[in-house]
């Protein structure tokens, strides 16, 4: 059973090492910034007696993601972590500029050496968290729950999938596309089908689906249109051809090719960028298809969305059913700063910084990881 299972179950408080599967070299320093190794040394030969605490704070108004696998980083890693105080939010707080989400109590010789690659984390993560809720939040501006389905595999190095696919969960995405975007939070990838598919059956649509209908048949049937850049009348061969058991199609036109729906119709150009996948193209395969009865085939886009241009599609009430986004959920944007605010009980900080208490935060308990 997966800890997203048993947490979801009130089992368990937080997720573990069991889940996050640490490179073992951290414990070595291999990961942290050298100068941080170096303090820690010299804490234990000049100072070993310090008390300190260090507390984590960022700048934006944002959904918190990342104090799990913090909180799990500590208590792998850490020299003697059960003696440690931690007081942390928990993945999915909303939180504010300069809020406290995280303070560590202890000697630095035990913690400090890991600073860095805890700003890292949250950062990472609460950056896709507070992406996707966005996201997620434009996409219900017309007031109907519409999917977002998180599309970054491409975007980015492999090994980020499993940590940005939970931190994409946190922030309201339960579809991704593949299985290691899902492995911490304990679903499957989800997609359909490619453009290479489509060209192996020689850009014959109606072709390319069938062979995916009868090779996975029991996935809902979606369509992909815009091979051919004619996505009413592709959409239109693959609805007649499939009736009630197609169930969407998908639009994926790149931004410097205008339809040839435009290009047949070119009179109703000149008000609007015809280019990509635009409001008036939604507009026409959507009328296209309840003309012929096919209300019940729903339209998935995707191809270059972001917060700003789905919010645009919605406030003009463009019939879009679901999203796909990628690249722009993984823009790193929001930074975290860990700094020491108390010293051996007395405050002690550097010009600027000064300890920030929050009542917000929760003791974090220490229980060690068994395998």
């Known amino acids: 059973m997966k800890e997203i299972d048993l947490k979801l ?14 490179d073992e070299r951290i414990k ?22 310090n008390y ?19 909180i799990a980083l500590l208590h792998t890693f850490a020299d003697k972590p059960e003696t440690l ?9 909303k939180i504010t500029p300069y809020e406290t989400v995280l303070t560590i109590s202890g000697a630095y010789q035990q913690f400090g050496f890991l600073e860095g690659i805890i700003d890292g984390i949250l950062a990472r ?3 896709v968290a507070t992406n996707v809720y966005n996201v997620v939040k434009a996409a219900q501006i017309s007031g109907t729950h519409k999917p977002v389905i998180f599309m970054g595999d491409r975007d980015d190095h492999y090994t980020t999938q499993a940590g940005d696919g ?62 051919n850049n004619d996505v009413v009348t592709d959409s239109l ?16 036109t790149s931004r410097t090719l205008v339809d040839k729906y435009f290009l047949r119709n070119y009179h109703l150009m000149g008000t609007f960028d015809p280019r990509g996948v635009n409001p008036e193209l939604l507009f026409a395969l959507r009328k296209a298809l309840d003309e012929e009865g096919y209300q019940h085939v729903k339209i998935m886009v995707t191809g270059g969305f972001t917060y700003d241009r789905i919010k645009e599609f919605e406030n003009q009430g463009v019939p879009v059913d679901m999203y796909g986004v990628g690249r722009s959920l993984l823009h790193l944007n929001i930074g975290f700063t860990g700094d020491l605010v ?19 935060l929760e003791n974090v308990e220490y229980h060690e990881v068994t395998e």
Request: hydrophobic fraction near 40%; aromatic fraction near 12%.
């Open 9 to 22: 179950a009130g089992k368990l408080d937080r997720l573990t090492n069991k889940t996050f599967k640490f």
């Open 28 to 49: 070595e320093g291999w990961f942290s910034a050298v100068y941080f190794l170096k303090t820690k040394k010299i804490a234990e030969e000049k100072i070993p007696n």
């Open 52 to 70: 300190v605490t260090m507390q984590f704070f960022q700048k934006e108004d944002a959904v918190l993601c990342g104090t799990d696998e913090v």
């Open 85 to 93: 105080e931690i007081k942390s939010l928990k993945d999915g707080d």
């Open 125 to 127: 993560r609460t950056s």
């Open 166 to 227: 939970y931190a994409a969960y946190i922030g309201g995405s339960k579809a991704q596309a593949t299985n290691a975007m899902n492995e911490w939070w304990g679903k499957e990838g989800m997609g359909t089908m490619p453009h290479a598919l489509i060209q192996m059956f020689r850009g014959d649509v109606v072709a390319a689906t069938k062979a995916y209908h009868e090779t996975f048949p029991n996935d809902e049937l979606a369509a992909l249109v815009d091979y």
């Open 237 to 252: 061969k693959v609805a007649r051809e499939f009736g009630d058991e197609l169930k969407s199609v998908r639009l994926d």
């Open 342 to 360: 108390i010293f051996n009980g007395a405050p002690e900080a550097k010009e600027g910084r000064r300890f920030r208490p929050n009542p917000r």
